[in-house]
């Protein structure tokens, strides 16, 4: 928001307006965390964005989980945040999952979360490498 003319949408962010995100994301991803361990969910990495967005990564670069593992925590993390899925990137044929959605701030605003899984294991069914060579 433009500062001098309030009425100005389109005006780039202020240092300020970032700073109260980033807190009200902070504070959600606090309360999210706390949630999460009450109700014994498995870790997730979390990053906090410049515009006070929370991005959360399972298996990131792929060396922890197989497959089958990251689907699971991808689903139960789904479910806990009331995310819905990314249609492009839920079909079996992906490598990758993500779901998008927002959690309400305890300042009346709300939180943008978007959470991906990397599937490490992932082979296309119909047995195409990525790069669309057959495997």
Do not use: K
Not at 79 to 89: C, G, K, M, V
Not at 122 to 128: C, E, I, N, Q, S
């Amino acid at each position: 928001m433009n500062p001098t003319n309030p009425d100005d949408l389109f005006a780039p962010a202020t240092d300020a307006e970032r700073r109260t995100w980033q807190l009200r994301a902070h504070a959600a991803l606090a309360i999210v965390l706390s949630r999460a361990a009450a109700a014994g969910l498995d870790p997730v990495t979390w990053t906090l964005t410049d515009l006070g967005g929370l991005y959360g990564r399972i298996n990131e670069y792929g060396r922890v989980l197989t497959e089958d593992q990251a689907r699971e925590r991808f689903a139960q993390w789904v479910e806990f945040l009331a995310l819905s899925t990314n249609p492009r990137s839920a079909r079996p044929e992906s490598a990758a999952l993500r779901a998008v959605g927002s959690l309400a701030a305890r300042d009346g605003g709300s939180v943008v979360v978007v959470l991906s899984a990397f599937l490490p294991d992932h082979h296309d069914p119909d047995g195409l490498h990525p790069a669309g060579e057959e495997c």
